[in-house]
Nanobody, 129 residues
Framework: QVQLVESGGGSVQAGGSLRLSCVAS????????MAWFRQTPGKEREGVAA????????WYPSSLKGRFTISRDNTKNSLYLQMNDLKPEDTAMYYC??????????????????????WGQGTQVTVSS
């Protein structure tokens, strides 16, 4: 069992920045893929960033590439998401996720919820105009 706890969410104006953190504890392993997802009411949870076991490569939806950056520090069992130039449409609950096992995830699945078995409780990000 792995526990994931997100932090760093909040309310910012459009154009601002936030840095989200996720700390894994319990039976956590750094030898896995991790990702950030977001979800708004009435919409499916969508992947916003994914990262391989050692931090390279990373993946982003084309619409977010250049504004969001995912990183990890395996010595601290931590995952991060740097969000810059935030827009109102970025408003959502953001979730940290971890895959189970050390196997690589096919590229077409790295931003799929089905690829991740452990989830945090979420941290709210609100961007106002």
């Amino acid at each position: 069992q792995v526990q994931l706890v997100e932090s760093g969410g909040g309310s910012v104006q459009a154009g601002g920045s936030l840095r989200l953190s996720c700390v894994a504890s319990g039976d956590a392993s750094t030898n896995n893929y991790m990702a950030w997802f977001r979800q708004t009411p009435g919409k499916e949870r969508e992947g916003v960033a994914a990262i391989s076991t050692r931090g390279d490569p990373t993946w982003y939806p084309s619409s977010l590439k250049g504004r969001f950056t995912i990183s990890r520090d395996n010595t601290k069992n931590s995952l991060y998401l740097q969000m810059n130039d935030l827009k109102p449409e970025d408003t959502a609950m953001y979730y940290c996720a971890a895959a189970r096992g050390a196997a690589s995830i096919p590229v077409l699945q790295v931003l799929s919820v089905r690829s991740y078995g452990d989830w945090g409780q979420g941290t709210q990000v609100t961007v106002s105009s």
